[in-house]
């Protein structure tokens, strides 16, 4: 079936389309909602088609979810419950609010999303968090120490969750007093075995590289500002004692920290300025007895409940700190077991050298020194620069962005990161507290470890950056460099060039094309087309006649410049079709007009002289006269329902006609009136007019609506009144001239009418109207009459099927006049589809009050046209057709039938001849009862001969001869020669309205197969070009060219519809790259078309086994044979073989073996390979042998 596109002139605007015929802007979605089997062009890696990304598919995210993510504030920490309390629908959930319970259902398309939180190992147990209470805890025992991977002896499998080595411990935590290190080190532990967020137990290696030897680990980035200083007041250390060491923290001296410690020895830290070094954040809640600290670098999420000492992990109960009495909330001071807990640190303390050593675990710790690549750029200098930490890879998106020519916009509060692709002009949102990641609004699925991004900075996760650019993030392992690559289909993309008013301004004053016709009746016109800057430009000349002493006196003529901006100007002749001249009798004048385009609407101006009749000429034709003066100037608004304007006119002759007259035009259409849909047209003129000296006000009034009850049901109703000075103007039958006379009467005509539909096979109908001439004003000649009225009931009828439907129409009519008898008219028409045969009866009966009672009775058999082929498309057509009608006084009948004949391509493809005999032959019966005889007279019918000569010289030449004889020694002969030339391309090209540009094509026939339009490829003329995924479609000039104004901001797929190429041709959709439209830019595309190749050879039985195809070889039919294409096809006589319309590819032909006569088989040197596109040949022989092994 044909795409229902919508198919108009070589250059259409996109917005002028009916709404159901308007453009949706095509953005290029994303592949995270593709499936992988049915891939297409896609954005890239915009959520989850990376493939170094291992993580499961997220479906589409319902409204549910979308909901669920609005209001939740906060999810309860059992395990099994989800508490969702009342939160503000516009306020941004933060991440350490939002946890989901491992056991929450999840149905329909809701994704199973998993917040950035980290998971802890059931078997996570140490000294210094333990499954028991402070009070049933006892004496400490022996503990064992998680050594992390990164001081263990043993190397760490990249991307494996770390080993777990038990290190027995020989002291107890509260007896330590110097060697506090060890202690330390097992709480660190905690951490060490804590995978990152939402990491499954998968080999990652290839995810992100492992560490090279020479990229550096990176210690946080800190301000280079001195700190002030953690001080206490003395009076609340109470048993505290200040420690002189030195503090490190990620091999950095920290001044501002100060170190004290109990009398039993255990090292006391300030956990709040230590978490602020560290960019994470920490809530002290002195009052509930409530610790809460948000660890930035993997979104950990821990909560400490002083009263119990119970620890929590991201809602999940992990233990108890066996030291919370020591806390102390108000100084902020905690155990340094606490502190590496929740801080992730590993805290070495050295009382000999005085020194406290604070050193984040490896995996909270980023590896930097690499270099970022962007479509094969390097990008220097960057701040901040691309990180990892642990598998996650963090880039910075603000360079990334800028260097693709996108744009980027961070809302307010900073949650929210848009980017618009300048490939594609998609909106691309992303969350960045949920990870949500939205396609032009449309959600469309989730990005993991976004708790690893920095959001300040825009330091994002590779998979956000993929998401939000389309691109493709690769990583050598082991490498340094960072590979941002766009997606391959957004590579692809034709960008817009120049803008409108650039490509005008250039352009230098050039003559477009020059198009002449002439007949041999003498009538001749030229039409010559050009530009110069932002003016596109047009001259019309067109005379009656060439010959004589009035020859090429002009019956047109016409000056039009039109800007880019939309204004036009035109000097000359016109017709007035906008009604710029209404209520004044003018629609023709010599002059000019200028129109230019509103916000909201159109002005136009119009003066010069009308048309008030026509002059002969000394060979007969004629031409306009001019006379007098007229104007006017109107507004029109955008969509045609309203348009208002005044228009004045003087004639200068004795006796004149002047006008200064006002009129308006409204289209009113209420479907939610109370009644019904509710339509109303009026249109009003009113003013000031001078009929023969004497001065009246006048004008028209033109009014008629449409109520509609329901679908079935209608009522309507219509009224006209012209006042005498409006209808003033008569035309001379003799001169064709105009005269205006006081005379001419006003006239009123009003009606009513209503339809009821009762289903689709029968309908009613009644109509009433009725006309006053003067019925206010003027004076009746004899010859008016001074009313009239028509009243008509009509039904239609379809009781049976399409095919034999009696009795379709059936009316009654009754019509009078004051002046004349009324008659009354009784139609009934049926038609029969019989097969190929149409069969019309039709009977009139009418009854008047003078001449008295008619009928006619008709009746006609017709057949569509029986159609033979000949050679090259050639045909011969006959029609038959039969034709019957009685009246009171006769009955006649007549036969007929009409040859015609078409040459196709027979005198070759430049030229065509059809040509056509008519025959009828007719019987006629006159009835005379007062002689009581009747009078049959047979003769034959108007028969005639006609035929049409056209031919094409080339491209820019044609002629055309046309003969008509009735065969009785009348005939007539017409000949016409048009010519066209073109200079230069035709400039099509408008400035555009907002948000929207222009593209400018061609389709051409790719000769060589490159896809790229050599000079010696020619365009395809007449090719109809369509968009995908809309209806918007257009045919192309001779040349090829087309031009769509005014289609909206986006990524499009142009293609050529193939179903409209001439046999052979064929095109390549996919081949052809998408498009961008850009505001107020100009995109332009070529669009290459092939011919199809032809495959053809022989299959044949080589008998002497020579290698050749000799007369005395045995050609085999019926043997199937198949290309690796999937065509099909099989020998036919002599065995012969042919693929048909192939595009240019390389093609292996094999034999289907099933097919081959018994003893038979494929040569085993037997060539089955060919080029269409590099070989000159097209043949490929089949070489079949006997076998030996046969009996």
């Given at each position: 079936?044909?795409d229902?596109?919508?198919?108009?002139?070589?250059?259409?605007?996109?917005?002028?389309l009916?709404?159901?015929?308007?453009?949706s802007?095509?953005?290029?979605?994303?592949?995270?909602?593709?499936?992988?089997?049915?891939?297409?062009?896609?954005?890239g890696?915009?959520?989850?088609?990376?493939?170094?990304?291992?993580?499961?598919a997220?479906?589409?995210?319902?409204?549910e979810?979308?909901?669920?993510?609005?209001?939740a504030a906060?999810?309860?920490?059992?395990?099994?419950e989800v508490?969702?309390?009342?939160?503000?629908p516009?306020?941004?959930i933060?991440?350490?609010?939002?946890?989901?319970?491992?056991?929450?259902?999840?149905t329909?398309?809701?994704?199973?999303?998993?917040?950035?939180?980290?998971?802890?190992?059931?078997?996570?147990?140490?000294?210094?968090?333990?499954?028991?209470?402070?009070?049933?805890?006892?004496?400490?025992?022996?503990?064992?120490?998680?050594i992390?991977?990164?001081?263990g002896d043993?190397?760490?499998e990249?991307?494996?969750?770390p080993?777990i080595?038990?290190v027995?411990?020989?002291?107890?935590?509260?007896?330590?007093?110097?060697?506090?290190d060890?202690?330390v080190?097992?709480a660190?532990?905690?951490?060490?075995?804590?995978?990152a967020?939402g990491?499954?137990?998968?080999?990652?290696?290839d995810?992100?590289?492992?560490?090279p030897?020479?990229?550096?680990?990176?210690?946080?980035a800190?301000?280079?500002?001195?700190?002030?200083?953690f001080?206490?007041d003395?009076?609340?250390?109470?048993?505290?004692?200040?420690l002189?060491?030195?503090?490190?923290?990620?091999?950095?001296?920290?001044g501002?920290?100060?170190?004290?410690a109990?009398p039993s020895?255990?090292?006391?830290?300030?956990?709040?300025?230590?978490?602020?070094?560290?960019?994470?954040?920490?809530?002290?809640?002195?009052a509930?007895?409530?610790?809460?600290?948000?660890?930035?670098?993997?979104?950990?999420?821990?909560?400490?409940?002083t009263?119990?000492?119970?620890v929590?992990?991201?809602?999940?109960?992990?233990g108890?700190?066996?030291?919370?009495g020591?806390?102390?909330?108000?100084?902020?001071?905690f155990?340094?077991?606490?502190v590496?807990?929740?801080?992730?640190?590993?805290?070495?303390?050295?009382?000999?050298r005085?020194?406290?050593?604070?050193?984040?675990?490896?995996?909270?710790?980023y590896?930097?020194?690499?270099?970022l690549?962007?479509?094969?750029?390097?990008?220097p200098?960057?701040?901040?620069?691309?990180r990892?930490?642990?598998h996650?890879?963090?880039?910075?998106?603000?360079?990334?962005?800028?260097?693709l020519?996108?744009?980027?916009k961070?809302?307010?509060?900073?949650n929210?990161?848009t980017?618009?692709?300048?490939?594609?002009?998609?909106?691309?949102?992303?969350n960045?507290?949920?990870?949500?990641?939205?396609?032009?609004?449309?959600?469309?699925?989730t990005?993991?470890?976004m708790?690893?991004a920095?959001?300040?900075?825009?330091?994002?996760p590779?998979?956000?950056?993929?998401?939000?650019?389309?691109t493709?993030?690769?990583?050598?392992?082991?490498?340094?460099?960072?590979?941002?690559?766009?997606?391959?289909?957004?590579a692809?993309?034709?960008?817009?060039?120049?803008?409108v008013?650039?490509?005008?301004?250039s352009?230098?004053?050039?003559?477009?094309?020059?198009?002449?016709?002439y007949?041999?009746?003498?009538?001749?016109?030229?039409?010559?087309?050009?530009?110069?800057?932002e003016?596109n430009l047009r001259?019309?000349?067109?005379t009656?006649?060439?010959?004589g002493?009035d020859?090429?006196?002009?019956e047109?003529m016409?000056l039009?410049?039109?800007?880019?901006?939309?204004?036009?100007?035109?000097?000359?002749d016109?017709?007035?079709?906008?009604r710029?001249?209404?209520?004044?009798?003018a629609?023709?004048?010599?002059g000019?007009?200028?129109?230019?385009?509103a916000?909201?609407?159109?002005f136009?101006?119009?003066?010069g002289?009308?048309?008030?009749?026509f002059?002969?000429?000394?060979?007969?034709?004629s031409?306009?006269v001019?006379?007098?003066?007229?104007?006017g100037?109107?507004?029109?608004a955008?969509?045609g329902?309203?348009?208002?304007?005044?228009?004045?006119?003087?004639?200068?002759?004795?006796?004149?006609y002047?006008?200064?007259v006002g009129?308006a035009?409204?289209i009113?259409?209420?479907p939610?009136?109370v009644?019904?849909?509710l339509?109303?047209?009026t249109?009003?003129?009113g003013g000031?007019?001078?009929?023969?000296?004497?001065?009246?006000?006048?004008?028209?009034?033109?009014?008629?609506?449409?109520l509609?009850?329901?679908?079935k049901?209608?009522?309507?109703?219509?009224?006209e009144?012209?006042?005498?000075?409006?209808?003033?103007g008569?035309?001379?039958e003799?001169?064709?001239n105009?005269?205006?006379?006081?005379?001419?009467?006003?006239f009123?005509n009003?009606g009513?009418?209503s339809?009821?539909?009762?289903?689709?096979d029968?309908?009613?109908?009644?109509n009433?109207?009725?006309?006053?001439?003067?019925?206010?004003?003027?004076?009746?000649?004899?010859d008016?009459?001074?009313?009239?009225?028509?009243?008509?009931?009509?039904?239609?009828?379809r009781?049976?099927?399409?095919?034999?439907?009696?009795w379709?129409?059936f009316s009654?009519?009754?019509?009078?006049?004051?002046?004349?008898?009324?008659?009354?008219?009784?139609?009934g028409q049926?038609?029969w589809?019989?097969?190929?045969?149409?069969?019309l009866?039709?009977?009139?009966?009418?009854?008047?009050?003078?001449?008295?009672?008619?009928?006619?009775?008709?009746?006609?058999?017709?057949?569509?046209?029986?159609?033979?082929?000949?050679?090259?498309?050639?045909?011969?057509?006959?029609?038959?057709r039969?034709?019957?009608?009685?009246?009171?006084?006769?009955?006649?009948?007549?036969?007929?039938?009409?040859?015609?004949f078409?040459?196709g391509e027979?005198?070759?493809?430049?030229?065509?001849?059809?040509?056509?005999?008519?025959?009828?032959?007719g019987?006629?019966?006159?009835?005379n009862?007062?002689?009581?005889e009747?009078?049959?007279d047979?003769?034959e019918g108007a028969?005639?001969?006609?035929?049409?000569?056209s031919?094409r010289f080339?491209?820019?030449l044609?002629?055309?001869?046309?003969?008509?004889?009735?065969l009785d020694?009348?005939d007539d002969?017409?000949?016409?020669?048009?010519?066209?030339?073109?200079?230069?391309p035709?400039?099509?090209?408008?400035?555009?309205?907002?948000?929207?540009?222009?593209?400018?094509?061609?389709v051409?026939?790719?000769?060589?197969?490159d896809g790229?339009q050599?000079?010696?490829?020619?365009?395809?003329?007449?090719?109809?070009?369509?968009?995908?995924g809309?209806?918007?479609?257009?045919?192309?000039?001779?040349?090829?060219?087309?031009?769509?104004?005014?289609?909206?901001?986006?990524?499009?797929?142009?293609?050529?519809d193939?179903?409209q190429?001439p046999?052979?041709?064929?095109g390549?959709?996919?081949?052809?790259?998408?498009?961008r439209i850009?505001?107020?830019?100009?995109?332009?595309?070529?669009?290459?078309?092939?011919?199809?190749?032809q495959?053809?050879?022989?299959?044949?039985v080589?008998?002497?086994?020579?290698g050749?195809?000799?007369q005395?070889?045995?050609?085999?039919?019926?043997?199937g044979?198949e290309?690796?294409?999937?065509?099909?096809?099989?020998?036919?006589?002599?065995?012969?073989?042919?693929?048909?319309?192939?595009?240019?590819?390389h093609y292996t032909?094999?034999v289907?073996?099933d097919?081959?006569p018994?003893?038979?088989?494929?040569?085993?040197?037997?060539?089955t390979?060919?080029?269409?596109?590099?070989?000159?040949?097209?043949?490929?022989?089949?070489?079949?042998?006997?076998?030996?092994d046969?009996?």
């Amino acid at each position: 079936m044909q795409d229902p596109s919508v198919f108009a002139a070589d250059s259409v605007d996109a917005s002028a389309l009916a709404p159901e015929k308007r453009l949706s802007s095509t953005v290029l979605q994303s592949t995270a909602v593709i499936p992988e089997t049915k891939r297409q062009y896609s954005s890239g890696t915009s959520v989850r088609n990376n493939p170094l990304d291992f993580s499961a598919a997220i479906p589409e995210v319902s409204p549910e979810w979308l909901r669920l993510l609005r209001d939740a504030a906060k999810l309860t920490t059992a395990a099994d419950e989800v508490r969702l309390p009342a939160a503000s629908p516009d306020k941004n959930i933060p991440l350490r609010d939002l946890m989901i319970s491992k056991s929450l259902p999840v149905t329909g398309n809701t994704p199973p999303v998993i917040p950035s939180l980290v998971e802890v190992p059931e078997d996570w147990q140490v000294t210094v968090i333990s499954t028991k209470t402070p009070e049933d805890a006892g004496p400490p025992a022996e503990t064992t120490e998680a050594i992390p991977p990164d001081r263990g002896d043993k190397p760490q499998e990249a991307g494996a969750p770390p080993e777990i080595r038990e290190v027995p411990l020989n002291r107890a935590m509260s007896g330590m007093s110097q060697s506090a290190d060890q202690s330390v080190n097992a709480a660190l532990s905690v951490l060490a075995v804590t995978p990152a967020p939402g990491v499954e137990s998968q080999d990652k290696s290839d995810s992100v590289p492992e560490t090279p030897a020479d990229l550096p680990e990176e210690m946080p980035a800190e301000p280079q500002t001195e700190r002030e200083k953690f001080t206490i007041d003395p009076q609340k250390l109470g048993s505290l004692s200040a420690l002189p060491h030195r503090i490190i923290l990620n091999e950095r001296e920290e001044g501002s920290l100060s170190a004290f410690a109990t009398p039993s020895g255990v090292l006391m830290l300030p956990l709040a300025p230590i978490a602020e070094i560290l960019g994470n954040s920490v809530v002290i809640d002195v009052a509930g007895q409530k610790v809460k600290y948000l660890r930035s670098r993997d979104g950990a999420h821990f909560e400490l409940d002083t009263a119990s000492g119970e620890v929590t992990a991201n809602g999940r109960s992990v233990g108890f700190l066996n030291e919370v009495g020591l806390l102390d909330l108000e100084t902020g001071l905690f155990p340094a077991n606490a502190v590496q807990v929740f801080s992730g640190l590993r805290i070495e303390r050295d009382d000999e050298r005085q020194l406290i050593d604070m050193l984040l675990d490896k995996r909270l710790r980023y590896v930097t020194g690499f270099e970022l690549y962007v479509n094969g750029e390097q990008l220097p200098y960057l701040n901040p620069e691309p990180r990892s930490l642990g598998h996650v890879l963090l880039l910075p998106l603000r360079p990334i962005v800028e260097e693709l020519g996108s744009r980027l916009k961070v809302s307010a509060d900073g949650n929210i990161v848009t980017v618009e692709r300048y490939q594609d002009n998609a909106k691309i949102a992303l969350n960045l507290t949920t990870g949500l990641v939205e396609v032009q609004g449309k959600p469309v699925g989730t990005v993991e470890d976004m708790a690893y991004a920095d959001r300040s900075q825009l330091l994002l996760p590779r998979e956000a950056i993929a998401s939000l650019t389309g691109t493709y993030v690769t990583v050598l392992p082991g490498s340094r460099r960072i590979d941002v690559d766009l997606d391959g289909e957004l590579a692809r993309i034709i960008h817009p060039g120049q803008s409108v008013r650039e490509r005008a301004a250039s352009s230098p004053p050039s003559v477009e094309s020059v198009e002449a016709f002439y007949d041999s009746e003498h009538r001749a016109s030229t039409v010559v087309r050009g530009h110069y800057s932002e003016y596109n430009l047009r001259f019309e000349y067109e005379t009656p006649n060439t010959q004589g002493e009035d020859g090429f006196t002009p019956e047109w003529m016409q000056l039009f410049a039109e800007s880019i901006d939309g204004w036009g100007l035109g000097i000359g002749d016109h017709n007035t079709h906008k009604r710029e001249l209404s209520g004044v009798n003018a629609s023709r004048i010599k002059g000019g007009y200028f129109y230019k385009p509103a916000r909201d609407g159109l002005f136009v101006a119009t003066a010069g002289k009308p048309q008030t009749g026509f002059r002969e000429l000394d060979q007969g034709d004629s031409v306009p006269v001019f006379d007098g003066g007229v104007a006017g100037l109107r507004y029109y608004a955008n969509g045609g329902d309203f348009d208002a304007g005044l228009a004045v006119r003087d004639n200068a002759e004795a006796g004149g006609y002047k006008a200064a007259v006002g009129s308006a035009y409204k289209i009113n259409d209420n479907p939610d009136f109370v009644l019904g849909d509710l339509y109303q047209r009026t249109e009003f003129a009113g003013g000031l007019y001078e009929v023969g000296g004497d001065q009246s006000l006048g004008g028209r009034l033109d009014w008629d609506g449409r109520l509609e009850p329901s679908e079935k049901l209608f009522f309507s109703a219509r009224t006209e009144y012209n006042s005498s000075e409006v209808v003033a103007g008569v035309i001379d039958e003799d001169t064709q001239n105009v005269s205006y006379e006081k005379s001419v009467a006003d006239f009123l005509n009003y009606g009513v009418g209503s339809g009821y539909r009762v289903n689709d096979d029968l309908s009613f109908a009644v109509n009433h109207g009725r006309t006053l001439r003067g019925a206010l004003e003027g004076t009746l000649s004899d010859d008016i009459a001074e009313w009239a009225e028509s009243s008509s009931v009509g039904m239609s009828l379809r009781p049976f099927d399409s095919r034999l439907s009696p009795w379709t129409y059936f009316s009654w009519e009754k019509t009078s006049q004051s002046n004349d008898e009324s008659v009354r008219r009784l139609n009934g028409q049926a038609v029969w589809r019989i097969d190929k045969f149409n069969v019309l009866l039709k009977h009139v009966d009418q009854q008047a009050e003078d001449s008295g009672k008619s009928w006619l009775t008709s009746f006609e058999l017709s057949r569509e046209p029986w159609v033979h082929f000949l050679q090259k498309q050639a045909s011969l057509r006959l029609s038959p057709r039969l034709n019957a009608w009685k009246t009171r006084e006769t009955s006649s009948a007549n036969i007929g039938a009409l040859l015609s004949f078409d040459s196709g391509e027979w005198l070759g493809r430049r030229t065509k001849l059809g040509m056509s005999y008519g025959k009828n032959l007719g019987v006629k019966l006159l009835e005379n009862p007062a002689a009581d005889e009747d009078e049959t007279d047979f003769e034959e019918g108007a028969d005639y001969f006609s035929a049409v000569l056209s031919w094409r010289f080339n491209r820019l030449l044609k002629f055309t001869t046309n003969y008509f004889s009735d065969l009785d020694g009348h005939d007539d002969t017409y000949a016409t020669l048009t010519a066209y030339y073109e200079f230069n391309p035709p400039r099509h090209i408008k400035q555009t309205k907002e948000n929207a540009g222009l593209l400018s094509g061609q389709v051409f026939l790719d000769e060589n197969f490159d896809g790229i339009q050599q000079e010696n490829e020619q365009g395809i003329a007449g090719a109809r070009v369509k968009i995908r995924g809309t209806r918007v479609g257009l045919q192309a000039d001779p040349n090829g060219r087309f031009t769509i104004q005014n289609l909206p901001v986006g990524v499009y797929r142009v293609e050529a519809d193939m179903s409209q190429m001439p046999l052979g041709y064929i095109g390549s959709p996919e081949n052809t790259p998408p498009v961008r439209i850009g505001d107020a830019l100009i995109s332009e595309l070529k669009i290459p078309i092939v011919r199809g190749n032809q495959l053809s050879g022989v299959v044949y039985v080589d008998k002497n086994n020579n290698g050749q195809l000799d007369q005395d070889d045995r050609r085999l039919e019926n043997i199937g044979l198949e290309l690796d294409s999937g065509e099909e096809t099989a020998s036919t006589a002599f065995g012969q073989y042919t693929f048909d319309f192939l595009p240019p590819r390389h093609y292996t032909l094999s034999v289907q073996s099933d097919t081959l006569p018994d003893g038979i088989s494929v040569a085993p040197d037997n060539l089955t390979t060919i080029d269409l596109q590099a070989e000159q040949r097209n043949r490929l022989l089949v070489r079949l042998i006997e076998r030996d092994d046969f009996p």
